[in-house]
């Protein structure tokens, strides 16, 4: 009887332990990573220069009947997508024969759609009740001044067209007739216009600063109506910027008068892998959620080269629009997150710094935007490791303009990455770069094809991603994977990509390392110059931190803006507002995490 209960506990302990273990496997969420990982479209504006790229720019995103399109400038159709993930696209059966530029749309009543957008400035207004399929119907009259626009249709059905782009002239409004194939009738006015001696982050350049220019453009009118207030959205100083931002005015009317609203901008990422965040657009997920997206400077083959962003958006108590952008080039929390959607998932960045060598190499660029609107460019010298692999510093260093070229474009092409130190590793980022790809507008048939290997001694590989037969055209890949796993070393091995060229501006690796997080930044210090707008901070470095973010706001719970900025620990910043009080706060993180905030600081 005893050797009963014996074996009996036995059973009872083995399933005990089974479940336990069962139970302790590892949830990876869902998550995505900015540059969104979309097909983006070739341009043609610079095809008389020879000069080859992919642009995503000025989106237009709404929900439809459950369901959600984005359209962007020159793309020759739109994507379509059931939870703001996964995108793909559609080509329109009617649409503008030069694609569209800064297009609006709107979903009215979840009956229509309506869209605008034509390169010329005018043209007509759109519309259809079945956008998966891609049939349009023009509105029978021509509206002009359409070039970036955005078509609002109030509650009552009065229809608004919001437009302007300059670096002079305001934003305007005009309203529409909806009912009558939206022929301009009522009001037009003047609206609102850049102020930069008091705005800081509205001045022209690349980080606020241009040595001639002063004056910034605005551009990208967009309307979001919340709680019965009209946020009038506007993007400044310049798409090819790192301070390319979006900001709001607020009414109680769609004609105005607006306010400027005190926390601006509102949707603001001036550092980091991918700058940006502006002329973009507010909508809201059918749970409630709102989601702003944007445009983000990269900037590298041309300054009209741009990518897309999704960042979460909030009201606070006061009626303030923000946007959250901390970490925002990192992954993120998906959509259906129920407490932190589009917010940091807390998963770092391994393979910064890490050891790259390459299987062979064409060139190297090292590339940033000068402070003149053009670029500083240098091409790196060919070095060689102790084994004779050739060395690539440019793919760990956290630039999407600088990039590695490959001889071929074939399956003898390879990267190794070793990281500082060995980690967890969650997901994968490839960036790709067009260098002379000799690929205009759209291009269907167009694939990457690799795969993905690990090591933990650099002997020893595993496959982890296997792309070599995927028909997916993803410029800007994020891969997470199912289950985690261990390494130091990662390899990726071309099969064949788009283009003349194997091209990489960064190849990034996620996940958790196994050391300690940065200790807590000391000694944060802080100068407001005597121009307000700009302000000086330095700080005591921090021990094994990569780099460091930076918070602000208008009070301590209000610290609604970041700039992310790596080694460093000093920082300039031009983007405050004159008349505006603040309070900073400073964080340091490296592959294993993110150290306590500094004690917030005001700043008068």
């Not at 095809?47 to 439809?64: L, M, Q």
């Not at 060395?391 to 390879?414: G, R």
């Not at 050391?515 to 000391?522: C, N, S």
Request: glycine letters at 8%; aromatic letters at 14%.
């Amino acid at each position: 009887m005893k050797k009963l209960n014996y074996l009996f506990t036995a059973v009872i302990l083995l399933f005990t332990s089974v479940a336990s273990a069962q139970e302790t496997e590892e949830v990876i969420p869902e998550t995505y990573i900015n540059p969104l990982d979309i097909d983006y479209t070739y341009m043609v504006y610079n095809s008389h220069r020879d000069i080859s790229y992919r642009s995503g720019a000025d989106p237009a995103v709404i929900e439809y009947r459950g369901e959600y399109y984005m359209f962007v400038t020159r793309s020759f159709g739109y994507w379509h997508s059931k939870d703001l993930i996964n995108w793909e696209f559609i080509k329109p059966k009617q649409w503008f024969f030069e694609g569209s530029n800064a297009p609006t749309a709107f979903n009215y009543k979840d009956s229509l759609v309506y869209f605008a957008g034509d390169p010329a400035g005018y043209g007509s207004i759109l519309y259809t009740d079945d956008p998966k399929k891609g049939e349009w119907t023009p509105t029978a009259s021509i509206s002009t001044n359409i070039q970036d626009s955005e078509l609002f249709i109030d509650d009552d059905g009065k229809a608004y067209l919001y437009w302007g782009s300059s670096n002079v002239h305001p934003l305007k409004v005009k309203m529409l007739d909806k009912d009558n194939r939206f022929i301009e009738t009522g009001v037009e006015k003047e609206l609102i216009n850049l102020v930069e001696e008091e705005h800081g982050w509205e001045r022209f350049g690349e980080n606020n600063y241009h040595p001639t220019l002063k004056e910034g453009y605005m551009e990208g009118a967009s309307m979001t109506k919340h709680n019965g207030k009209y946020y009038l959205q506007y993007a400044a100083p310049g798409t090819q910027f790192n301070v390319y931002a979006d900001a709001a005015y607020v009414s109680d009317s769609p004609l105005g008068p607006f306010t400027y609203m005190k926390n601006n901008p509102m949707s603001f990422k001036p550092g980091g892998f991918t700058n940006g965040a502006g002329h973009g657009i507010t909508m809201k997920q059918k749970n409630g959620q709102y989601w702003h997206f944007a445009t983000m400077a990269l900037a590298s083959n041309s300054h009209w080269e741009r990518r897309l962003a999704m960042f979460p958006t909030y009201f606070d108590k006061e009626g303030l629009m923000y946007t959250i952008t901390a970490y925002g080039d990192y992954p993120l929390h998906g959509p259906k997150h129920p407490t932190k959607a589009g917010q940091h998932n807390g998963w770092m960045l391994l393979s910064y710094r890490g050891k790259a060598t390459v299987s062979s190499s064409q060139m190297q660029i090292s590339k940033s935007t000068a402070t003149d609107g053009d670029f500083d460019i240098k091409e790196m010298p060919l070095e060689k490791n102790s084994k004779g692999k050739i060395i690539s510093k440019v793919l760990t260093d956290e630039s999407p303009k600088s990039f590695w070229v490959a001889e071929a474009n074939n399956n003898q092409q390879w990267v190794e990455i070793e990281m500082l130190s060995p980690g967890k590793i969650y997901a994968f980022q490839l960036n790709f770069h067009d260098q002379e790809s000799g690929i205009y507008t759209r291009t269907e048939g167009l694939r990457h094809r690799f795969t993905l290997e690990v090591s933990e001694d650099g002997k020893n590989w595993k496959t982890i991603v296997d792309r070599s037969e995927s028909f997916k055209d993803t410029p800007n890949a994020y891969i997470p994977l199912n289950k985690a796993v261990k390494a130091k070393y990662v390899r990726y091995k071309n099969i064949e990509v788009p283009g003349n060229n194997l091209a990489l501006s960064e190849i990034r690796v996620f996940g958790k390392g196994f050391g300690k997080k940065p200790a807590k930044v000391k000694n944060f210090e802080i100068i407001r110059q005597e121009d307000r707008r700009d302000i000086s901070l330095k700080w005591d470095e921090v021990k094994g931190a990569q780099g460091y973010n930076i918070r602000w706001g208008i009070a301590p719970n209000k610290l609604y803006h970041s700039w992310l900025v790596y080694e460093k620990s000093e920082h300039f910043m031009r983007s405050l507002d004159r008349d505006t009080e603040y309070y900073f706060s400073i964080e340091a993180f490296n592959e294993n995490g993110i150290s306590k905030s500094s004690e917030v600081v005001k700043v008068k």
